[in-house]
């Protein structure tokens, strides 16, 4: 199911480098209209710049909460949002595959997530939530977490890939 995204307007997204994408978010505390108005916004951000999920600072906001649309392994789409979302597995095989990120546009690397995850959290209501996913889908919900608690992908890569992926950051217009 595709948000409708004719509701929501479009935010700019951060790049690396904004002091947003690395300070950890604050919990949302009010659950009203002007929440799920930023939902709806940032669904229709992340759908115009072909993204499987957005998280608040990646728009300038230092609130704990995300969206996802993306598939997992066995093709089943998974479409949300997480408020103040915990990470409360993240286990399984590691896979590494390759990564981006909307706040790093057009770059790729080798990036190692596990295979399973279970965020819990609440909806616009305020009501809980678990999502649990694997596959790509549990890539997803990690790197959507990692961004609410300051870090970026890139963060946890490791010996040459690490090295590789600051050049190319580097060197980025």
Do not use: W
Not at 56 to 63: T, Y
Not at 68 to 93: F, I, K, T
Not at 154 to 162: A, S
Request: charged share 30%.
């Amino acid at each position: 199911m595709v948000q409708d995204i004719s509701k929501g307007s479009l935010r700019p997204i951060r790049r690396l480098g904004d002091p947003g994408l690395r300070t950890e978010c604050d919990p949302v505390r009010v659950f009203d209209a002007a929440l799920e108005r930023l939902i709806d916004d940032m669904f229709a951000t992340q759908y115009d710049a072909d993204g499987a999920g957005l998280a608040a600072n990646q728009i300038g906001l230092s609130l704990r909460l995300f969206v996802y649309d993306c598939q997992d392994d066995e093709g089943r789409r998974h479409v949300g949002h997480v408020v103040n979302p915990v990470l409360v597995a993240a286990d399984g095989d590691i896979r590494t595959e390759q990564e981006g990120c909307l706040s790093l546009p057009g770059m790729r690397f080798p990036t190692p997530r596990y295979d399973h995850a279970i965020v819990e959290g609440l909806d616009a209501k305020g009501e809980p939530v678990r999502i649990e996913g694997t596959g790509y889908f549990a890539r997803c919900l990690q790197h959507e977490c990692d961004h609410l608690r300051g870090t970026v992908y890139t963060d946890t890569l490791e010996g040459e890939t690490r090295r590789a992926a600051l050049r190319a950051i580097r060197a980025a217009p």
